[in-house]
């Protein structure tokens, strides 16, 4: 292909990727399967591997992280990026919209956005006739971090406005969703490194990393909340801003609602309370914004937080449970994690069993032992935990929690290397640390092979169809039709599968 016939092609693919993206993670409409787009990024990414010079910053391509950073550069926000006020009460909630109405000389019932509040990193998007050219952290408000190339490896955020070459200037909140914080921080522990405490941690953590493939690697999303001076004089709303950022094909927050008077927040505010842990991402609370602009303009700010928003802060849930016994579990490195388990009991909506302690660093500093009742929290946290105990509950009979000396699996002496807070077997052939591994490998998130799930490969290991990673494409029909309830569609659905994965793309 001649160079001028490649750079309309190279046009004509962006094009396409841009509007199959806008549907796929804007308005949630995909058009066209994984494959035909995976196609698409294909054959765009080769024409680009053959004429470099052709590449652009805002191409589709770009998203998959650029060359390490050696630092991040400062940013000064021309408008300050202001924090909220808080408040646990509804009192104060109550309290704030009098507020509003003694500023505004009213006793009409304001019109509020209630949308939720994202447990992340506040952030600040630039956009200059159409084109991302800025992503910074808020910093302390008025200096952040430029972490541009970081915030291009969100998915759903364009590099290239849809069908604008408008300059905005935009906030929002870059966080992990449960599904990816639950993923890194058993990968984490299963490395033997300490795990996050929290989605909004997690995120900061990733953010803070100075190579962009790594930071792809941790699948951020991005909710855009509100932008940094209003440029669209014919909206008057900050409703219908959001309305005009979402054609634009920004990822605008989700599940904002618009809320005549007080009382209206606070049913919103309760409904939310009772769903939110069926969201796949964390919120720990309700932000409250009056809606008209000039509203806004004649509340004005403080020189913290705006007076026309406040944000509604849930509290953490808790339950009392029995603590019945401790089980060692290994991970894919080796690593044997104690693995609380629990009298069954019904927390933030699903019964929780069992919880990891992590390693016993974390079960001594609990200072907890079989047969407390233990206190189980879910508060900022995707994954329950056990924050204490209840000294008034010990009737003398609790046992003490001890480190096991040999693998619970293959009976390898376990090891504990000084640097380490984590127990180890170093036993390369132990079958849990194989069944992990091939678990890992498989995952939606890696090679993606659909149909092969924990209990297939703990079926697969046993049998020893699979002893490594290779041996998963050597696996044949008659092999897999023996096995438990594997019939021959879903053992040839399998096979499938894996033959698909040889082609798998990392970025998808």
Known sequence: MEKEEAKKRIKALREKINYHNYRYYVLAEPEISDEEYDRLYRELRDLEDKFPDLITPDSPTRKVGGEPLTEFKSVRHPIPMLSLDNTYSFDEIEEFDRRIKDLLKTDNDIEYVVEPKIDGVAVRVVYEDGVLVLGATRGNGVVGDDITENIKTVKRLPLRLWNSSVSLDVRGEVFMDRETFIRLNTEREEAGEKPFANPRNATAGSLKLLNPKEVAKRNLDLFIHSMGNQIFPDISTHFGTLEKLKSLGLPVIENRSLAIGIKEVMELINKWDRIRDKQRFMTDGMVIKVNRFDYQAMLGSTAKAPRWAIAYKF?????????????FQVGRTGVVTPVAVLEPVLLAGSTISRTTLHNMDEVKRLGIKIGDTVIVEKGGDVIPKIVGYDRTARSGKEKEI????????????????PEEVAIRCINA??????KRRIEHFAERNAMDIRGLGEELISRLVDKKLITDITSIYKLKLDELIKIERMGEKSSENLLKAIEVSKKRDYFR
């Open 315 to 327: 509290k953490a849930k808790q339950a009392k449970t029995i603590l019945r016994d401790v089980a």
């Open 402 to 417: 001890h480190a096991p000396e040999k693998c619970p699996v293959c009976g390898s002496v376990l090891v504990k290397l």
């Open 429 to 434: 052939n132990c079958p849990a640390q194989l």
